[in-house]
């Protein structure tokens, strides 16, 4: 019974957030179109690149400086991938062996597979996060994106309709349940005042990363941690 319960959570999340970044493809596929790609240049960037953030960086420096902005925008979205490769790290001994299995999660590590798999408790209900969180923003991701690219200028400023702030509540949905150490609550909050302090001042994407080495130390040095006891020796003193 506790498997499939954990089963059923794992799915329950998966959904949850897949609903809440798909919403948010809307906004993507309307500001595309904005910044000056057709139809079919903004619906082929969502299938191949498949990364919100990036794609995002990108249609964001091409809306400012036009065609000619096209290098600019690639290294910042490219920057701004670079998580992925980290997160790839993380959930390499969730996904298992296999190349061809391998490919396939490659295209589908992306924050939110991440955050749904590592917020599991079994090997078995993180598969199933991976996966179901994946495939389900896959498919709502590329049909929102679809469908704002369509409707285009007739939704307006995409920020009334609150779309831009339904990836980030997704998130905070994931991290509030496991805030409930000091080391955790260390990380979230120096990474973000990392992250908001250099954004004013560094290239989009670059922040994201910088404020991911706030885990780094922190993990390393066990900042914050509960550390192991002292062995005893047979006298039963320390040594």
């Not at 329950?12 to 993507?28: M, Q």
């Not at 990108?58 to 991938?81: E, K, M, Q, R």
């Not at 339904?166 to 496991?178: I, K, N, Q």
Request: net charge neutral.
């Amino acid at each position: 019974m506790a498997a499939e319960a954990e089963r059923r959570a794992a799915w329950r999340a998966s959904l949850a957030v897949a609903l809440a970044v798909s919403a948010y493809g809307i906004s993507f596929g309307a500001l595309a179109v904005a910044a000056g790609l057709d139809i079919l240049q903004t619906c082929v960037l969502s299938l191949v690149m498949f990364s919100g953030g990036s794609q995002f960086a990108l249609i964001g420096v091409i809306a400012s400086g036009g065609t000619a902005a096209g290098p600019a925008a690639i290294a910042g979205a490219a920057l701004l991938g670079l998580r992925n490769g980290l997160y790839a790290i993380r959930v390499s001994p969730i996904i298992g062996p296999g190349w061809p299995k391998r490919l396939l999660a490659g295209h589908l590590t992306i924050d939110e597979s991440t955050a749904v798999a590592t917020a599991q408790p079994t090997l078995e209900s993180q598969r199933i996060g991976f996966w179901a969180t994946g495939a389900l923003i896959y498919v709502g991701w590329n049909l929102t994106t679809l469908l704002g690219a369509v409707l285009g200028d007739q939704l307006g400023d995409v920020r009334q309709w609150g779309l831009d702030a339904a990836a980030a509540a997704a998130f905070l949905g994931l991290l509030w349940p496991r805030l409930t150490a000091l080391q955790p609550i260390a990380v979230a909050v120096g990474a973000a005042v990392v992250a908001t302090a250099l954004i004013p001042v560094l290239p989009q994407g670059v922040p994201v990363l910088v404020a991911a080495l706030v885990a780094v130390v922190v993990g390393l040095t066990n900042l914050f941690g509960v550390r192991p006891a002292e062995e005893l020796d047979e006298t039963g003193e320390r040594p």
